[in-house]
């Protein structure tokens, strides 16, 4: 029979027993927002980065890890299915229909037309278009090494850059193919030279030997494409046949113009805070956005200062008359949104849900603008044109 004294064990059996005991953490070892499994004497801990030795302790203890390593430990563990839904990034195709949703009321607001028909072959050809845009970025970015890395990158997802191209290529043909087919039926050839130039930017902002994107160039490109460029057309897309004197086309109005103004700037917001926590990656490989150039602090200054712009300037074009006061009132109640948008920016700018604030913001800022041209001219009146 063993007999225990004081701190002393007799009984050669039980030095295993105790040596385990002394070299397991106690199971009141607790690690805050992580998970530790054991397996014998061997304790592994899912994260992605250095936690401090795991000391033998009567009494309850709790690891605190920084922001930055909660985030790693997050990315670490990702589902697959969450890594389809980054890749696929649904609510980023909001830019396609803001500016078609916005321009078709500008639209409606100067003549009362609008063809419904026309409106979905443009929708469904803007989401082709802007999937080219998506694919085609990651596929470029792969090359330059940006998104080896990157788990919710398309090519990494389903391991085939050639695939990702030929499937960008593809969408980019077929929704090109929709913008000549609407630029036939309104007959305005105004509406497919600014689509184009809007494609352009979009190729210049990724694609070599420009690669826009890459000098830092890639908001101005942004605002040109999907404001005055793509909402503009959109604006044109919606001209109609007069049965009596031929086509009659839509003069461009400072209404257009000024809305274009605002939708360019909330879609350049997205792809500003795109940026965020992407700047170690971005600046390995020479991609000089402005986040790497001036940092992610200044960074939330900067948004701050373009969403307060964006409301002056709402204010302003009402004040001068160049969009009606329905559009000033009903795009007033995002303000909550806005605010709430820079002080997320403000307290987590290296996050990478910041950009998706932005969304929300581009979104429901968009669907405002709308509803109040078509509240102006006084309700909807739908036509179908063959």
């Known amino acids: 029979m063993a007999s225990v004294g004081a701190g002393t064990l007799h009984h050669p059996s039980l030095l295993p027993l105790v040596s385990d ?5 106690p199971l009141c070892y607790r690690v805050s927002q992580q998970a530790i499994s054991c397996k014998k004497w061997k304790t592994k801990v899912k994260i992605h980065g250095r936690l401090p030795a795991l000391k033998c302790s009567s009494q309850p203890q709790t690891i605190r890890l920084t922001t930055g390593e909660k985030e790693e430990g997050e990315e670490a563990e990702i589902s697959r299915m969450t890594l389809i839904w980054r890749a696929a990034k649904l609510p980023i195709y909001s830019v396609a229909l803001v500016p078609l949703t916005v321009g078709s009321a500008a639209a409606y607001f100067q003549t009362g037309f609008f063809s419904t028909r026309r409106y979905f072959l443009l929708l469904f050809a803007s989401v082709l278009i802007i999937a080219w845009l998506n694919l085609s970025n990651d596929v470029y970015d792969y090359d330059t090494g940006v998104d080896r890395n990157k788990k919710e990158s398309v090519i990494n997802i389903i391991g085939s850059q050639t695939a990702t191209h030929f499937a960008a290529i593809t969408f980019l043909v ?3 193919m929709g913008l000549i087919w609407a630029c036939a ?5 105004r509406f497919i030279l600014l689509a184009t130039s809007a494609i352009l930017c979009g190729y210049i902002y990724q694609c070599p030997p420009f690669r826009l994107s890459y000098q830092g160039l890639g908001e101005p490109l942004c605002f040109a494409a999907f404001g005055p460029f793509a909402t503009t057309a959109f604006y044109f897309s919606q001209s109609s046949k007069n049965l009596t004197s031929g086509m009659n086309h839509l003069s461009l109005s400072a209404t257009v113009l000024c809305a274009s103004v605002l939708v360019g700037l909330t879609t350049t917001f997205i792809l500003f805070c795109s940026h965020f926590h992407q700047i170690d990656g971005d600046a390995a490989v020479g991609k000089m956005s402005p986040l790497v150039r001036i940092g992610t602090e200044t960074g939330s200054k900067l948004i701050r200062i373009g969403i307060l712009a964006l409301y002056i300037l709402l204010f302003t074009f009402s004040a001068c008359k160049y969009i009606p006061l329905t559009c000033s009132f009903l795009c007033a ?3 909550p949104l806005a605010k709430l ?5 403000e307290q987590n700018h290296n996050i990478f849900m910041a950009k998706y604030y932005c969304v929300r913001l581009h979104s429901l800022f968009g669907a405002a603008l709308a509803v109040g041209l078509v509240v102006a001219r006084g309700g909807v009146q739908l036509y179908n044109i063959g």
Do not use: N, Q, S, W
């Open 341 to 345: 948008v820079m002080d997320y920016v």
């Open 333 to 335: 109640i995002t303000i």
């Open 21 to 25: 005991l002394c070299h397991r953490p």
């Open 174 to 176: 077929f929704g090109f």
């Open 185 to 189: 039926e309104a007959g305005d050839i």
